[in-house]
């Protein structure tokens, strides 16, 4: 699967909107490995931390506090939700699902517990976050 048009362009605002918000790290296309499998979310937020150029790191075991996927053409949504509830199984607070056509953010905090934002602020209350739709989708 290639990421589309749409999706590399949602994904360089994100990276942008936490780059911006000086609490938090976040990394783009990261190798996480959970439960010895490895996975590549569109974006992983951590808390704040530094890099280090001269030791790189593969592949992180330390889970992040938020996982981001956007929805490509050719993806499924329940691969992606499959997915989340790997991920907050292994500690993730939450994960978003951007969703390009509709415009929309669903906010997972659980596997069986999301809200979906299809207008105003992403509100991620595990996090205690909020990020206009507007930003995301610039």
């Known amino acids: 699967m290639s990421p589309s048009f749409n999706h590399a362009?949602?994904?360089?605002?994100?990276?942008?909107?936490?780059?911006?918000?000086?609490?938090?790290?976040?990394?783009?296309?990261?190798?996480?490995?959970?439960n010895g499998a490895d996975y590549v979310p569109d974006l992983v937020v951590y808390p704040k931390r530094p890099v280090t150029y001269y030791r790189d790191i593969l592949k992180m075991t330390d889970i992040p506090l938020l996982v981001i996927e956007i929805l490509s053409p050719t993806q499924g949504m329940q691969e992606i939700?499959?997915?989340?509830?790997?991920?907050?199984?292994?500690?993730?607070?939450?994960?978003?699902?951007v969703q390009p056509y509709g415009q929309s953010v669903m906010v997972w905090t659980s596997p069986e517990k999301y809200t979906h934002v299809v207008d105003g602020d992403v509100v991620d209350e595990a996090l205690g976050l909020r990020v206009p739709l507007t930003q995301i989708f610039a």
Not at 81 to 97: E, H, M, N, P
Request: hydrophobic fraction near 55%; glycine fraction near 4%.
């Open 81 to 97: 939700i499959d997915k989340f509830a790997i991920y907050l199984q292994a500690g993730v607070k939450s994960c978003w699902l």
């Open 9 to 34: 362009y949602i994904q360089v605002n994100l990276g942008a909107i936490f780059k911006a918000m000086p609490e938090f790290s976040a990394f783009s296309e990261l190798t996480l490995t959970i």
